[in-house]
């Protein structure tokens, strides 16, 4: 893989083609039998030549991307659509970054007019807060911190698989 041609603005994520360091993770994980957090950081710093440790390790990023791969949600990719976690399954057995994409996919597939990052990031936080509202429920984050930017663009590259049945 490599980082030769045009990145635009849309599929640009912390300096690199967002779309090569999703599949070029995704096929560390398949074809090379890699863990995720290796393949995410291998991807960014030998592939795509990224510079920031920061950057290509961050965890809310990696982990909305991670869920989104593990519930068939990235098109191209092996993993079955899942229809059957809910996003309390998805807090407890994947990560609450993992709610913000997947909530973030939701909202984009029902909006009949282009929505922009931040608008999307307060629709995230209300439908987070509607869902977990119960006494020891966590809190959202206070600000977008990556996962709901990488579905956000995701999307808008028509690289989200849509679910049949909707």
Same mark, same amino acid.
Request: some cysteine; overall charge positive; hydrophobic content about 25%.
């Given at each position: 893989?490599?980082?030769?041609?045009?990145?635009?603005?849309?599929?640009?994520?912390?300096?690199?083609?967002?779309?090569?360091?999703?599949?070029?993770?995704?096929?560390?994980?398949?074809?090379?039998?890699?863990?995720?957090?290796?393949?995410?950081?291998?991807?960014?710093?030998?592939?795509?030549?990224?510079?920031?440790?920061?950057?290509?390790?961050?965890?809310c990023p990696k982990n909305g991307t991670?869920?989104?791969?593990?519930?068939?949600?990235? *098109? #191209? !990719?092996?993993?079955?659509?899942?229809?059957?976690?809910? =996003?309390?399954?998805?807090? /407890? %057995?994947?990560?609450?970054?993992?709610?913000?994409?997947?909530?973030?996919?939701?909202?984009?597939?029902?909006?009949?007019?282009?929505?922009?990052?931040?608008?999307?990031?307060?629709?995230?936080?209300?439908?987070?807060?509607?869902?977990?509202?119960?006494?020891?429920?966590?809190?959202?984050?206070?600000?977008? *911190? #990556? !996962?709901?930017?990488?579905?956000?663009?995701?999307?808008? =590259?028509?690289?989200?698989? /849509? %679910?049949?049945?909707?």
């Amino acid at each position: 893989m490599t980082n030769n041609k045009q990145t635009t603005k849309d599929n640009t994520f912390y300096l690199v083609d967002l779309t090569d360091w999703v599949y070029g993770t995704i096929e560390k994980v398949e074809k090379d039998g890699k863990k995720w957090n290796d393949a995410w950081w291998d991807t960014y710093k030998t592939d795509l030549e990224g510079t920031s440790e920061d950057s290509g390790k961050k965890g809310c990023p990696k982990n909305g991307t991670k869920t989104l791969y593990k519930l068939g949600r990235i *098109q #191209g !990719a092996k993993m079955s659509y899942d229809t059957t976690s809910s =996003l309390r399954d998805v807090l /407890k %057995n994947h990560s609450k970054n993992g709610v913000y994409s997947l909530l973030a996919i939701d909202i984009l597939s029902k909006q009949t007019k282009r929505i922009s990052l931040t608008g999307l990031w307060d629709e995230v936080k209300k439908c987070f807060e509607d869902e977990f509202n119960m006494d020891g429920d966590p809190k959202p984050a206070k600000t977008n *911190q #990556g !996962a709901t930017t990488v579905a956000y663009k995701l999307w808008h =590259l028509g690289k989200i698989e /849509k %679910n049949e049945n909707e």
